[in-house]
């Protein structure tokens, strides 16, 4: 089968570093997806990863271990608006690209 | 703006009755991705049209039933509405067809209620 995890629900402080995990077990592997969604709003790209490594984009990296089933977000200088859904997502190895997501973790940024 | 518009935003409808949702992938997007999103399970893909042509088939039930026209916009059909299709159903757009590359724009998703 096919799984996706991350923690549900995460806090964190206006300036501060958190790192969302997730790990998945999939039926083949052509990329991992981060998104961040608002409440009741449309998920937005934030990064893709397919090769091992960190990628780096402004504020947020993503880093991915194909061997380990691994990723992680992880954002830096956090800011109230960074509240929001962080949903990890792997392109398997099903016909065309459709992403199989996970649950999402739920960020909450506190001053 | 992602640049995937979808209507109606909000629908209310009974038990048992039919609807049809309607989506137009950004310009230049082959593909059209629908996916339902509900409280507990996530947001969980449906199916997958590039080009006219159904690709990729997920989660999707028998009672639902989408199609991708010539000019690239997509329907999706929900019928004998049960309770628990009440979701945000989201489209989504890329130009990839197969593995790879294929970012996906979503677009602002239509609340289904079902009464």
């Known amino acids: 089968g096919q799984n996706i995890d991350q923690p549900t629900e995460m806090t964190a402080t206006e300036g501060a570093i958190v790192q969302i995990n997730c790990t998945y077990q999939t039926s ?4 991992l997806f981060w998104y961040q969604q608002h409440a009741g709003e449309a998920p937005t790209f934030l ?10 984009k402004g504020r947020f ?3 991915l271990s194909r061997s380990k089933g ?3 977000l992880l954002l830096k200088e956090l800011q109230m608006k960074d509240s929001a859904s962080y949903l990890c997502a792997v392109n398997g190895d099903q016909a065309g690209t459709a992403l199989i997501f996970g649950k999402g973790t739920t960020l909450s940024v506190s001053s | 703006d992602s640049g995937v518009t979808q209507t109606p ?4 409808t009974a038990t048992g009755q039919r609807v049809t949702l309607r989506c137009s992938p950004r310009s ?9 999103q509900s409280l507990d399970q996530g947001l969980q893909f449906l199916i997958q049209y ?3 042509e159904e690709r990729a088939k997920g989660n999707i039930l028998e009672r639902f039933s989408a199609q991708q026209f010539p000019d690239l916009h997509s329907e999706l059909n929900l019928s004998s509405l049960e309770l628990g299709d009440s979701a945000l159903y989201f489209c989504a757009s890329s130009s990839s067809r197969d593995r790879g590359w294929g970012e996906q724009y979503f677009g602002p998703g239509t609340r289904l209620t079902v009464t």
């Not at chain 2, 935003?9 to 209310?12: M, T």
């Not at chain 2, 230049?28 to 339902?36: H, R, T």
């Open chain 1, 28 to 31: 083949g592997f052509n990329g």
């Open chain 1, 47 to 56: 990064s893709y990863n397919v090769l091992d490594g960190l990628e780096e």
């Open chain 1, 61 to 63: 990296s993503s880093f």
């Open chain 1, 70 to 72: 691994y990723s992680y």
């Open chain 2, 9 to 12: 935003k909000h629908l209310i």
């Open chain 2, 28 to 36: 230049g997007d082959l593909s059209v991705y629908w996916y339902q």
């Open chain 2, 50 to 52: 590039y080009n006219g």
